[in-house]
């Protein structure tokens, strides 16, 4: 656990759940509640649209923010990790959404909230992500970055993929079914959950490769691979697509690799020092109570 801090506290850099402009009202409420306490509130040019208000272009307002808000769910909170991970700022996800995994200051919890992050009774997680490109059968690459994890299915709804996968070039497994999972621990709550993947503690450097409905006689199970480690994926004569984070969607097609490896920033998110990853999941995941 980090025990780093904000070098200041004097700006915020506010990203908006998309598509919802009724989000306004409340962005408006919680701007205040941040300027009453002296913190600056910048927000990015594509949320101002939105909702009819002047911003600045998204690496700007990175650049100019001690530390970065989404306003949304835990989708609006992937994609702003994502796309602000050059600028590495602290980031904080106000809930506005429905389960709240990361996203998990309540709109009720705001105030409460600044009160301990101007008292310094905070800390900032170093999340670990993933780092890869899409190697082309003619050579191009293209780099991405995931918070969560990379997805490998067919692109075409019950359709069989198969997917091989070695690690550190050395071939270790071929996976037949509906595709494969490869999550960082913070991931392993989503997707990897569903598909029977184990729940890792966020602050673990690990990958969690998860089949998605195998189609073998031999059980294939879920396995645990250190974050130093090199993981190439490819799919042969199989059409397939590589999804991170469920938003970005990379076509695979016969001859291409992926590329996947521990990215050499983690992210870094904002929580109150007293809160309890294991509270979390009892919450969230409803572990412990009666049936």
């Known amino acids: 656990m980090s025990s780093q801090k904000l070098?200041?506290?004097?700006?915020?850099?506010?990203?908006?759940?998309?598509?919802?402009?009724?989000?306004?009202?409340?962005y408006e409420r919680i701007k205040a509640e941040f300027?009453?306490?002296?913190?600056?509130?910048?927000?990015?040019?594509k949320s101002a649209d939105m909702i009819g208000l002047e911003g600045l272009p998204f690496g700007e307002m990175c650049q100019k923010s001690d530390f970065l808000v989404s306003l949304g769910g835990d989708g609006t909170l992937l994609s702003l990790v994502r796309r602000s991970y050059g600028y590495h700022k602290p980031t904080v996800g106000i809930n506005a959404?429905?389960?709240?995994?990361?996203?998990?200051?309540?709109?009720?919890?705001?105030?409460?909230?600044?009160?301990?992050?101007?008292?310094?009774?905070?800390?900032?997680?170093?999340?670990?992500?993933i780092e890869g490109y899409l190697k082309k059968a003619n050579g191009e690459q293209e780099k991405f970055i995931a918070f969560n994890d990379v997805v490998i299915t067919s692109p075409?709804?019950?359709?069989?993929?198969?997917?091989?996968?070695?690690i550190s070039g050395e071939r270790f497994n071929a996976y037949r079914g509906d595709g494969l999972i490869i999550s960082t621990p913070t991931g392993s709550t989503a997707y990897n959950l569903a598909a029977?993947?184990?729940?890792?503690?966020?602050?673990?450097?690990?990958?969690?490769?998860?089949?998605?409905?195998?189609?073998?006689?031999g059980n294939q199970r879920p396995l645990v691979v250190p974050a130093d480690f090199s993981i190439e994926l490819d799919t042969e004569k199989y059409e397939a697509i590589a999804t991170i984070d469920g938003q970005e969607v990379y076509p695979l097609e016969e001859g291409d690799v992926l590329y996947i490896e521990g990215a050499k920033?983690?992210?870094?998110?904002?929580?109150?020092?007293?809160?309890?990853?294991?509270?979390?999941?009892?919450?969230?995941?409803?572990?412990?109570?009666?049936?």
Do not use: C
């Open 196 to 217: 029977g993947g184990p729940v890792v503690y966020p602050l673990t450097k690990a990958f969690i490769v998860t089949p998605i409905s195998s189609h073998a006689l």
């Open 35 to 45: 300027e009453d306490r002296g913190i600056s509130v910048l927000l990015a040019e």
């Open 97 to 129: 959404g429905t389960l709240g995994f990361l996203a998990d200051v309540t709109i009720d919890e705001v105030d409460n909230f600044l009160d301990y992050l101007l008292s310094g009774e905070y800390r900032i997680d170093d999340r670990m992500m």
């Open 156 to 166: 075409q709804p019950s359709k069989m993929v198969q997917v091989n996968a070695s």
């Open 265 to 291: 920033k983690g992210a870094k998110l904002l929580h109150k020092k007293e809160r309890d990853y294991f509270s979390v999941l009892r919450e969230k995941l409803h572990w412990g109570d009666r049936l």
């Open 7 to 26: 070098a200041q506290i004097k700006t915020a850099g506010f990203v908006l759940k998309p598509d919802d402009p009724e989000i306004k009202t409340l």
